[in-house]
């Protein structure tokens, strides 16, 4: 089993910024994909940004221009730099990876957007 460690979620004023981390137990060039996904009480996971080994980053229309992923392979982790945060990006962020025949899911961090 892959345990992901999602981490750097709290509290942030509207245009504010934080930085997410994910870390993983080994190499992230095992993985097909890496990515975030935000889920709101009631809703759908939705993905958020996905940097796959190889290929673009992809990243949902809402959060172009506003949230950068990137990693350290040195370290291990992945991360999801968000700016310009908004109400609307208030959720749980999930850090999520992917292998041929399996997917894994960090424990959630909570984002709050909030005056």
């Known amino acids: 089993q892959v345990q992901l460690v999602a981490s750097g979620g709290g509290l942030v004023q509207p245009g504010g910024s934080l930085r997410l981390s994910c870390a993983f137990p080994h190499s992230i060039f095992s993985f097909i994909t890496m990515g975030w996904y935000r889920q709101a009480p009631g809703k759908e996971r939705e993905l958020v940004a996905v940097y796959p080994n190889t290929g673009s980053r992809i990243y949902a229309d809402s959060v172009k221009g506003r949230f950068l992923i990137s990693r350290d392979n040195a370290k291990n982790t992945v991360y999801l730099q968000m700016n310009s945060l908004q109400p609307e990006d208030t959720t749980v962020y999930y850090c999520?990876?992917?292998?041929?025949?399996?997917?894994?899911w960090g424990q959630g961090t909570q984002v709050t957007v909030s005056s």
């Open positions: 999520n990876a992917r292998q041929i025949e399996s997917i894994y």
